[in-house]
């Protein structure tokens, strides 16, 4: 498979739709298994310049395959012995290995070709046909290559983990039975530490080496993650009031509701609604 370059895209945050995964866990709605954030999408009619490269390559090769087992027969035909070119079959012996020739140089080009190129067609133009070549009329150019369409698959993980994590809760959907927007009351449970190693592109979770359709396990390199505030929704689809729970120690926290702030704990903070969380990278350094 040809993977494209990687395109690196600044984000604010990571918006996570909840109302088609079936969990409960906020983990579960990154995880590709859940179709979560790193899920590979499938894209239709993408083109694809590698496959069209590939194509080609795979012709000119069979061709040339076919001009080497003539070349060999009658070669064997001679008993291994050299053939004088001026005489007999020497001339087309000598014609098959020119062509023989001629092909390897046209699949040199085309395997020398960037498939990740942003161009319609690609040329395919010898530069280092030799003054005789050129004298003889011999062209190892090819026509320009067309890319092929065909289906792809896109997925997104992180490239460099940001020093704070917003995570959105998508509650508010388009419910297609009732025809109208409705907002999810589902309960997320989220932890105060996550580790999103996971979700990021390096190592064996590059995309060279990931599956598409699973989330590498954690066993590499940890990136963990500390919670230090939550944003509530209390409402429906169509208007409601937004509260905060914020850490302000290592284990104490507090609810901010417009003017009032009162004492919380874990429990309180675990239970709630969740809407948007808030977390900070945790320092690596001892």
Not at 15 to 39: C, H, K, M, Q, W
Not at 44 to 72: K, N, P, T
Not at 164 to 174: A, F
Request: one cysteine or more.
């Amino acid at each position: 498979r040809h993977i494209r370059p990687i395109r690196s895209t600044p984000f604010l945050g990571l918006s996570l739709p909840i109302a088609n995964v079936r969990s409960e866990f906020l983990e579960d709605f990154l995880a590709a298994e859940y179709g979560g954030f790193a899920t590979a999408e499938q894209v239709q009619d993408v083109q694809c310049f590698s496959c069209a490269i590939r194509q080609r390559v795979q012709e000119l090769e069979e061709e040339e395959m076919l001009l080497s087992g003539a070349i060999s027969s009658i070669q064997r035909r001679k008993k291994g012995t050299k053939i004088n070119q001026n005489h007999g079959n020497g001339s087309d012996i000598a014609g098959l290995v020119q062509e023989s020739q001629q092909l390897k140089r046209k699949i040199a080009i085309l395997e020398a070709l960037d498939p990740d190129a942003d161009d319609d067609k690609l040329e395919c133009t010898d530069s280092k046909d030799t003054q005789e070549e050129v004298e003889l009329g011999i062209n190892n150019s090819l026509p320009p290559i067309t890319p092929l369409r065909g289906d792809a698959y896109k997925a997104s993980l992180l490239m460099r983990p940001p020093e704070v994590l917003c995570i959105h809760i998508q509650r508010r959907h388009y419910d297609m039975s009732c025809q109208r927007m409705v907002k999810v009351m589902r309960q997320v449970h989220f932890d105060e530490e996550i580790n999103i190693g996971s979700f990021c592109a390096f190592g064996k979770n590059s995309f060279e080496k990931r599956h598409i359709f699973t989330t590498p396990s954690s066993d590499g390199a940890k990136i963990p993650y500390r919670l230090m505030s939550v944003i509530e929704h209390k409402g429906n689809a169509f208007g409601g009031h937004y509260q905060t729970y914020r850490r302000v120690d290592s284990n104490e926290w507090v609810l901010v509701s417009d003017e009032s702030v009162s004492p919380r704990t874990w429990n309180d903070v675990r239970r709630c609604q969740a809407y948007m969380l808030f977390y900070v990278a945790v320092s690596r350094k001892k």
